[in-house]
Nanobody, 118 residues
Framework: QVQLVESGGGLVQAGGSLRLSCGAS????????MGWYRQPSGKQREWVAA???????NYADSVKGRFTISRDNAKNTVYLQMNSLKFEDTAVYYC????????????WGQGTQVTVSS
């Protein structure tokens, strides 16, 4: 049963932009928080951004000012607009949803690869 579906990853040059999408079933979209983690090859998964049902957004310091998370309630979709991409943004990006971050995340997408060439 597929519940979170990501799209939008790909290969981009440093300084470029990509937009990731995460489509969710209505029941998941109504959870407290949705957002993104990423996992660079050979490294631990790290939190990137989150948007709460209230509309409040939070970002990791490493992406603040470059990434923007948003949601379209009509489409049950969360987006991650990534601008001024850097080589170190290269990772598999995972969408999540649930009561909170980390262990409180109840649902995960399959991941989408983002590769930034230097």
């Amino acid at each position: 049963q597929v519940q979170l579906v990501e799209s939008g990853g790909g290969l981009v040059q440093a300084g470029g932009s990509l937009r990731l999408s995460c489509g969710a079933s209505r029941s998941i979209f109504s959870t407290n928080v949705m957002g993104w983690y990423r996992q660079p090859s050979g490294k631990q998964r790290e939190w990137v951004a989150a948007i709460f049902s209230s509309g409040t957004t939070n970002y990791a310091d490493s992406v603040k000012g470059r990434f923007t998370i948003s949601r379209d309630n009509a489409k049950n979709t969360v987006y991650l607009q990534m601008n001024s991409l850097k080589f170190e943004d290269t990772a598999v990006y995972y969408c999540f949803a649930g009561k909170g971050l980390g262990s409180l995340a109840d649902y995960w997408g399959q991941g989408t690869q983002v590769t930034v060439s230097s």
